[in-house]
């Protein structure tokens, strides 16, 4: 499988932005899928993720409330809408797949990434 991100770039603080992650290689469906960030000198750390059928989410306690998570199986998109934007969102930030049924937060639980998309909110 792979994946693609999409939508970052540069936003003031509190705007908003939609990133977009497009699954490509398998269906989806097969997959929980995630949104994770890393900025410079820091460690790749969770966002949110969804299950596989969009059932279940859940997000890093910094961002809830400001972002949401959503997918679409039949186009194989994965989305993250964020508002409220902050200075310390800034990152890169990456979509990733799991292959097995529940969410996890490590990111070595992911097996499968995609390219990151810069995202900076300027204060």
């Known amino acids: 499988v792979q994946l693609q991100a999409s939508g970052g770039g540069m936003v003031q603080a509190g705007g908003s932005m939609r990133l977009s992650c497009l699954v490509s290689g398998r269906a989806s469906s097969w997959y929980v899928l995630g949104w994770f960030r890393q900025a410079p000198g820091q460690e790749r750390e969770f966002v949110a993720a969804i299950s596989r059928s969009a059932e279940i989410t859940n997000y890093t306690e910094s961002v809830k409330g400001r972002f949401s998570i959503s997918r679409d199986n039949a186009k194989n998109m994965m989305y993250l809408q964020m508002t409220n934007l902050k200075p310390e969102d800034s990152a890169v930030y990456f979509c990733?797949?799991?292959?097995?049924?529940?969410?996890?937060?490590?990111?070595?639980?992911?097996?499968?990434w995609g390219q990151g998309t810069l995202v900076t909110v300027s204060s």
């Open positions: 990733a797949a799991r292959g097995l049924r529940t969410i996890a937060t490590p990111f070595t639980e992911y097996g499968w």
